[in-house]
């Protein structure tokens, strides 16, 4: 059914995902290694095979599965790269399927970035969506249940925003569901629609709040997984469709902003980043917006260099969490002597995503300001930078100082178990680390893959007015920072969101379900008591003795064998609705790979 | 290593401290002696050392209004949602 011989690589890590589990424990960590590096593979091998692949028709659909061109190769490439130095920094994890689970998560992302048209688009974007809620199931506190069905109900509305637009877009188009420019300049309800569900994914408020939430939570090792790729998925569908819709300009600055405000407030290192996700993500917001042909190499450079600074953030701060257990700035404090290496390594993602000269941030970040300088969108480009002076006081300085240094508040239990990380987590922080400074020291790394390469050829970072008003924000920020350090003291809060009103709004609900709708139901119960029970249990009595006298002989034989397949059954059965949906998650999966590829 | 090299710049603290405003002192007259304006993208940015105080400023800004912000009753006990 293949039009020629083009492999996914999300189908590589499909199948492989599938086969993990039945593999020889001693097998297990190379072949970790091997499937997301043949994904990668498969990925490098299309460089310059820019074209269309795996058309399946179906019903009166041609479904494009395989749209490779600049744009989906750039987002592909750092999504491939991204899963080997995840999965590498989770290799000491021996529960199967929390790789499973990041393996179908990363299949999704690279679903949406390969794909042609909005059903192949939507399938893969719910795959992303219910493959990483067990991200966050996995980390088996008490809260993460809560925290995951949160996430899961707030991507399901996403989900069905984006539905609705693309039944409408069907309508409207008479059939064509083809995924490119989706024609801001006239947009309509399906536009908006459509464009909330890119918006939900890519936590753009008022649509955010899920991501600190889950975020927070997740695994350590899914963590690493989850801020890479939901949100920069998003930015790249943004990219794709909605490339110069203005209004995406105050959403990306407010997001910047946004998240800069809370990461002050914010009193946990992890949650603290997935804030600055939020933050980081407006700039790419904001490009979109801009949609020059310079800030849409911004905007993928952007996700290319963030992509690999936040997961080395989240690795840094994730290793003190799997060391110590704590990951609240109240609690910790004074490692550098316990955890060195994870200290460097925080510091280089801290450096990058700050845009310090020779870090990968400087050179990405940068394209996004000056192409709004570029079209004299000014007050987008100063409070851009404005941004980034905040980027630079929490992700480089306040994580690092109230982990590494700063006042002492670990108890003596968590200063004892304070060590630098096992080898295979240092050694995923190593790959990014290095290719965070790769990035920022030999441009033409990035720059070659963006998809205008002749325009990004034509800017250069490095010149010495660019140095000279970096240094000078930052090293300032850095002053700004030191003379106020007591007003920045990890204090013991959370910090009430946009969550409120649905994690509120849903206690509402339960009181009006338990209280007034649960009243209504009793009354409604006692009155079929009384009218409709009583004469039903009569003629039950009498059907109760046909039965047992006339029909039981009959049936007893099947009765059994019913029985039998019955408890067959129950033993797949745990009782615990997160297992059921894995189950038919992934029923769902091996089908459809099933009818697409047999 | 890294954990001696820390050590010895701790151990010396007020000296880094004041290199440190040596270091910023010496940005500020390079960036208004000797760095051309001609990437400059609006007339402010020619006011010599306009970005140093952009970056102190906004780092000032957003500390005070973010604390003002979270101290409306954003920031709130850890077991505001358990109760």
């Known amino acids: ?598 | 290593m890294i954990v001696k090299l820390i050590d010895f710049f701790r151990d010396r603290l007020p000296l880094v401290i004041r290199l440190s405003y040596v270091g910023l002192t010496l940005l500020v007259v390079w960036d208004v002696f000797f760095v051309s304006k001609e990437h400059a993208h609006t007339a402010v940015e020619h006011i010599p050392g306009f970005w140093a105080g952009f970056g102190f400023v906004a780092c000032v800004l957003i500390i005070i209004v973010s604390k003002w912000y979270g101290h409306l009753g954003i920031m709130t006990r850890e077991d505001y949602y358990d109760k």
């Open chain 1, 1 to 598: 059914m293949i039009n020629d011989l083009w492999l996914h690589p999300a189908l590589i890590l499909i199948v492989g995902a599938f086969i993990l589990p039945f593999l020889p424990q001693w097998l297990k960590r190379p072949y970790l290694v091997i499937v997301p590096t043949l994904a990668f593979l498969s990925v490098l091998s299309m460089q310059g095979q820019h074209g269309t692949f795996g058309v399946i028709s179906f019903l009166d659909q041609n479904l494009i599965f395989g749209r490779v061109d600049s744009l989906s190769m750039v987002f592909a490439y750092i999504m491939t790269l991204m899963c080997i130095i995840g999965t590498i920094y989770g290799l000491h994890v021996e529960e199967d399927f929390q790789h499973v689970a990041a393996w179908l998560y990363v299949a999704g992302s690279l679903g949406v970035i390969f794909c042609g048209d909005y059903l192949v688009l939507f399938l893969f974007w719910e795959l992303m969506a219910f493959a990483s809620v067990f991200l966050v199931w996995f980390r088996r506190r008490p809260e993460s249940l809560a925290v995951g069905y949160r996430y899961l109900l707030v991507h399901t509305a996403g989900g069905l925003a984006l539905l609705a637009g693309l039944v409408l877009r069907y309508q409207a188009t008479g059939g064509d569901l083809s995924f490119g420019p989706i024609g801001v300049g006239s947009p309509s309800l399906s536009t908006y629609l459509i464009l909330i569900g890119f918006l939900l994914n890519a936590a753009v408020p008022p649509f955010h709040a899920w991501l600190p939430d889950a975020y927070g939570e997740a695994t350590v090792s899914g963590a690493v997984f989850m801020c890479a790729f939901t949100t920069k998925t998003a930015v790249y569908a943004l990219a794709r469709a909605f490339a110069g819709m203005e209004i995406l300009v105050p959403l990306g600055v407010c997001m910047a902003l946004y998240g800069v405000v809370y990461a002050v407030l914010e009193n946990d290192a992890r949650r603290l980043l997935a804030y600055h996700i939020i933050s980081q993500v407006g700039y790419m917001v904001a490009g979109v917006g801009i949609g020059t042909e310079l800030a849409i190499n911004g905007t993928c450079a952007h996700a290319f260099a963030h992509i690999l600074y936040k997961g080395l953030l989240f690795m840094g701060c994730g290793s003190v969490l799997h060391m110590t257990g704590k990951s609240k700035f109240s609690e910790l404090g004074g490692l550098y002597k316990k955890m060195p290496m994870a200290f460097v390594f925080t510091m280089i993602g801290g450096l990058s995503i700050s845009a310090f000269p020779l870090f990968s941030g400087f050179v990405s970040k940068a394209m996004i300001v000056a192409s709004g300088f570029e079209v004299h969108n000014y007050w987008a480009a100063f409070l851009l930078t404005l941004a980034s002076a905040g980027t630079f006081l929490h992700t480089g300085l306040k994580v690092p100082y109230f982990i590494w240094f700063g006042k002492n508040n670990c108890s003596q239990e968590t200063w004892d178990k304070a060590a630098d990380p096992p080898w295979n987590m240092q050694l995923g922080m190593g790959i990014a680390a290095f290719l965070c400074i790769l990035i920022g020291s030999y441009t033409p790394y990035l720059y070659q893959m963006l998809p205008y390469p002749q325009v990004a050829a034509g800017y250069h970072p490095y010149t010495a007015y660019h140095l000279s008003e970096t240094l000078q924000i930052l090293l300032f920020t850095a002053l700004g920072f030191f003379l106020l350090i007591k007003k920045l003291a990890p204090e013991p809060t959370i910090s009430i969101d946009l969550d409120w009103f649905y994690r509120l709004g849903g206690r509402g609900f339960l009181w009006l379900a338990q209280k007034p709708i649960q009243w209504a139901d009793s009354c409604v119960s006692e009155g079929y008591r009384y009218v409709g029970l009583i004469p039903l249990m009569t003629m039950a009595r009498f059907w109760s003795w046909f039965d047992w006298h006339a029909i039981d002989g009959v049936v007893d034989g099947l009765a059994k064998s019913v029985r039998g397949i019955g408890s067959l059954a129950r033993r797949t059965q745990s009782g615990k609705l997160q297992y059921n949906i894995f189950y038919t998650v992934s029923l769902v999966a091996v089908a459809l790979v099933l009818y697409v590829f047999a």
